[in-house]
């Protein structure tokens, strides 16, 4: 028998959920197969109940923190330092205490990425995660055409079953774990039919290796086709007020399979945290250049007009007692009952004041109020660059 509504069909299952860990145990054996502290808080910033940090969302049968941790992180300029994609940076105890202390706080969704370094982010949450790692959801990817002994990127997608597979032992390795909760195809292989790649992952669930899995920016027929073959926990895609296109299409079909939506750049790569001026330039070159150099909607002709958006919730932060980054992470939450969005930083005030936009409810009128006044703000320029846009929406090949 099935409940109607999907999202709610796969409730908590602890017999499911030891199940796994045994399999994931003998398969490992090679048997077979938040809120705010006070100290941290900006004046203003929303310090209701500490019931937020337990709120917990379902991303399809997976349970997760409300809102989780991006942990996207490259080599800085200089040794020991790691720098985030945009202008941020930190040494490495710091990144290791950034997660520790986040999961002190009660969040549970930590994702990262095989490409995000590459390996180095993977490298840092394993290590930061020693001695707590039953306590959280570890989220990583595959997808990219990666060299597995170096690291060097080859450029384009590699989503081929035994490739899979590959990466996924790396991942384990530098996890320092025996199951990755979450693992996401990054970005559809356009030459790798999604009934192979589901196949794969299939696999790699028998064998304990993996637990759950998602796309990242997939086309929609994919979603249906990879669903058919493996059900998908989690879609993560871009979405905040600065991008809304998965309300088109994606919204609604997660909806359909009851398969959860966790929200990639839920800030605006920082912009809906208020931290962009209008007359910004960002770094563009090497060795670590900012990636909004690259995006269009923060270009000089576009930044400027853009701006009303933040104008927006700058007000409307004000009227809740939130900041800019708790009002929009909290309008993501609003949308849906399965969004979960990642921020990213190298802040632990930041993280700290980022997990409090759980405790923020909007009434009916207040959402259709702030939903009327977001639209109405006509965001110019894309939302990236050119070439990486070509990867997003992608459809799959047909299994021949
Ligand atoms: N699936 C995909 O293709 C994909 C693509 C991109 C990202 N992601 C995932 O999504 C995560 C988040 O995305 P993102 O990092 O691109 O963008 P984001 O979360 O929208 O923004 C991150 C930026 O916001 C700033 N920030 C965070 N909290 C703030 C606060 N409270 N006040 C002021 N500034 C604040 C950060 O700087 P500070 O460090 O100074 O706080 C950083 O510059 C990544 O870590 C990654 O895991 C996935």
Redesign the pocket.
């Known amino acids: 028998m099935f409940n109607t509504d999907p999202h709610t069909s796969c409730a908590p299952d602890p017999q499911g959920l030891q199940r796994r860990q045994l399999l994931a145990t003998t398969a490992s054996l090679g048997i077979a197969p938040w809120l705010l502290s006070a100290c941290a808080s900006p004046a203003g910033t929303n310090t209701s109940s500490p019931q937020a940090t337990g709120q917990r969302r379902k991303l399809g049968g997976l349970e997760v923190s409300s809102i989780g941790?991006?942990?996207?992180w490259r080599p800085g300029a200089t040794p020991g330092v790691v720098s985030?994609?945009?202008?941020?940076r930190m040494d490495r105890p710091a990144a290791l205490r950034l997660i520790r202390r986040a999961a002190e706080k009660g969040v549970t969704l930590f994702?990262?990425?095989e490409a995000?370094g590459p390996f180095l982010s993977e490298d840092i949450l394993g290590e930061a995660l020693q001695g707590i790692r039953n306590q959280v959801v570890v989220s990583t990817?595959f997808g990219f055409d990666i060299d597995q002994k170096t690291g060097q990127r080859l450029g384009g997608t590699q989503s081929r079953p035994e490739h899979i597979k590959q990466v996924v032992e790396g991942q384990l390795r530098r996890l320092r774990t025996d199951r990755i909760d979450l693992l996401?195809q990054?970005?559809v292989d356009p030459l790798v039919p999604i009934e192979d790649v589901a196949g794969a992952v299939k696999d790699l669930m028998a064998q304990g290796k993996v637990l759950h899995w998602g796309l990242?920016?997939p086309g929609v027929q994919t979603i249906r086709r990879a669903h058919a073959v493996q059900p998908l926990s989690a879609i993560?895609?871009?979405y905040?007020m600065l991008w809304r296109g998965p309300e088109a299409q994606v919204l609604p079909l997660c909806e359909e399979l009851g398969i959860g939506l966790v929200c990639?750049?839920?800030?605006?790569?920082?912009?809906?945290?208020?931290?962009v001026r209008s007359d910004a330039r960002f770094e563009s070159a090497p060795p670590v250049p900012d990636f909004r150099a690259a995006v269009p909607r923060f270009a000089p002709d576009a930044l400027p007009a853009n701006m009303a958006l933040v104008d927006v919730v700058r007000a409307w932060a004000q009227r809740k007692n939130a900041?800019?980054?708790?009002l929009s992470l909290a309008w993501l939450l609003a949308q849906k009952p399965w969004i979960v969005?990642?921020?990213?930083?190298?802040?632990v005030?930041?993280?700290e004041?980022?997990i409090g936009a759980a405790a923020i409810s909007f009434t009916p009128d207040e959402l259709r109020q702030l939903n009327a006044a977001v639209a109405a703000v006509r965001i110019q320029g894309d939302r990236l660059p050119p070439a990486v846009m070509r990867m997003a929406g992608v459809e799959a090949p047909l299994k021949r």
């Open positions: 941790l991006g942990c996207q985030d994609l945009y202008s941020s994702d990262t990425a995000y990817k996401y990054h970005r990242s920016e993560q895609n871009e905040s990639w750049s839920p800030l605006g790569m920082g912009f809906l945290a208020g931290s900041t800019p980054a708790q969005p990642i921020p990213g930083t190298t802040n005030a930041h993280m004041e980022n």
